[in-house]
């Protein structure tokens, strides 16, 4: 898996294009994840115990995850990411423009 759960992504397509944001949520299934501030959706929420008045709530939608790359936290770039194996045989990843582990 290139991305993980609390990396920072930017957008690469769509209406929130260039937009960054820290990865909430993967579902690496449906190659798809939920970037905070992304794509944002309008929910119309029926009033239930929990929310009495119903209403409108904001809410991030799946985008694709061919759709976003990773800003290394070291070089703040868009990363493409690689892998290490080191000698013990532990896979690391890394960001290949400037070779540090993530
Ligand atoms: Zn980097």
Same mark, same amino acid.
């Given at each position: 898996m290139?991305?993980?759960?609390?990396d $920072?992504? $930017?957008?690469?397509?769509?209406k929130d294009?260039?937009?960054?944001?820290?990865?909430?949520?993967?579902f690496?299934?449906?190659?798809?994840?939920?970037?905070?501030?992304?794509?944002?959706i309008r929910?119309?929420?029926?009033? $239930?115990?929990?929310n009495?008045?119903?209403g409108?709530?904001?809410?991030e939608a799946?985008?694709?995850?061919?759709?976003v790359?990773?800003i290394?936290?070291?070089?703040?770039?868009?990363?493409?990411?690689?892998f290490?194996?080191?000698?013990?045989g532990?896979?690391?990843?890394i960001c290949k423009?400037?070779?540090?582990?993530?």
């Amino acid at each position: 898996m290139k991305l993980q759960k609390n990396d $920072t992504v $930017t957008v690469l397509r769509g209406k929130d294009r260039g937009k960054k944001g820290k990865l909430l949520r993967l579902f690496p299934e449906k190659a798809m994840a939920i970037v905070e501030g992304v794509n944002n959706i309008r929910k119309h929420m029926r009033p $239930t115990r929990d929310n009495p008045k119903g209403g409108i709530i904001v809410k991030e939608a799946p985008i694709r995850l061919s759709n976003v790359m990773l800003i290394c936290p070291r070089c703040s770039q868009k990363a493409r990411v690689g892998f290490l194996i080191l000698s013990d045989g532990v896979k690391k990843r890394i960001c290949k423009k400037c070779k540090e582990i993530l």
